[in-house]
């Protein structure tokens, strides 16, 4: 018997990499998506064509973790053996402009599955795990952070995030449910959301290569984050459901570098070196023919910030043998890589004589 997985926020960057890891282990993959006047599956069309064409286990559902009924009815349908709870709210920015929906789908979206479970008589039965986040530590009261560490959240969004945090524990201690937290540090990817830092600078960088785009605007460039390659980190989500016993783990890979930092790996990649000069809001990168290709704008600082975060993932090492497998430089070149090919079509429509896709934030 094949094992049912079911995942919330299936259409997102680690919902489309973990649906494909667990299609390859042989499970049958159910997604919840939401309705959208324009498709939303581009991360995961090729698996979800591939139904037609080669009959993979794939599944998606229309629902919304605003809506308790179309959570029980999907989970009553499926009768998963695991659940990953990824969808969310998942901007820290946009927590600050929507707070209240922000905590509806981020921490009451939670309780919502997990009182689906318990309605449903599933608890022996339904695995969960949530995907808990390294901006609970907010304003680090410890360097590095591990599972040990307090929280202290610095925006609606990691505040929404605690009480899912804690709901889970809450469920795993109250009802025996086999539920666990993965505290996981910033991972990307080319399918990256473009508002996210890294995803913004890459796909900027190669349009200024290629002449589609003129300047880079980014917020605070002295934010330290921890970043990691998404695939490594949806493989992880799935060995915390397969330990005997519920636990909650830090995912990180302990290595710190500054946006900044990743501006310059990025350009380099591109072949551009940047030189600096000002700091704060007057800080300017430019290029060797002395042209400003980077530019502080104030619109992105964040009413409260989250200056260092650095994990330590002893715990998952030890315990599961986890050791992330691609390293910081890897993986910004893959996504430079993949966003000068897009750039590059772009350039193609343009030189043709067509409007290029110009959006940008
Ligand atoms: P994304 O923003 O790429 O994906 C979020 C997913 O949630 C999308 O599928 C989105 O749907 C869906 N979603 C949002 N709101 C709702 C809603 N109300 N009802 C149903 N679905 C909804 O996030 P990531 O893949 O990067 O992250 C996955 C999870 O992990 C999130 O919970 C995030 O908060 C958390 N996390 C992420 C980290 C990271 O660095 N990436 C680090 C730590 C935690 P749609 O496609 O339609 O927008
Ligand atoms: P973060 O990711 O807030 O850590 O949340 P993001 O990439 O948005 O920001 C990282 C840092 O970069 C600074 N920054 C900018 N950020 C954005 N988005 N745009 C800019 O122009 C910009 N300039 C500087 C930010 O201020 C911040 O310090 C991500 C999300 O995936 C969450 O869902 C997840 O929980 C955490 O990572 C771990």
Redo the contacts with the bound molecule.
Sequence with gaps: MRKVALITGVTGQDGAYLAELLLDKGYEVHGIRRRSSLFNTARIDHLFHDIHETGLPFFLHYGDMTDSSSLTRIIQKVQPDEIYNLA?Q????VSFEEPEYTANSDALGALRVLEAIRILGLEKKTRFYQAS???LYGLVQEIPQKETTPFYPR?P??VA?LYAYWITVNYREAYGIYACNGI????ESPVR?E????R?ITRALARIKLGLQECL?????D?L?DWGHAKDYVEMQWLMLQQENPEDFVIATGVQYS?RDFVNVAANELGITIRWEGNGIDEKGYDSTGKCIVSV?PR???PT???T?LGDASKARIKLGWVPKISFNELVSEMVREDLKSAERDELVKRHGYQANNYH?
Excluded: I, P, Q, W
């Design positions: 969310a998942s901007h820290v920015a986040t390294s901006e925006s969004y990691a995030k996981l540090f910033n991972h959301g508002t996210f830092v890294t913004k605007f980014l917020g605070n460039m934010s984050r946006v704008d992105y600082f964040r910030e989250v200056e975060l934030e």
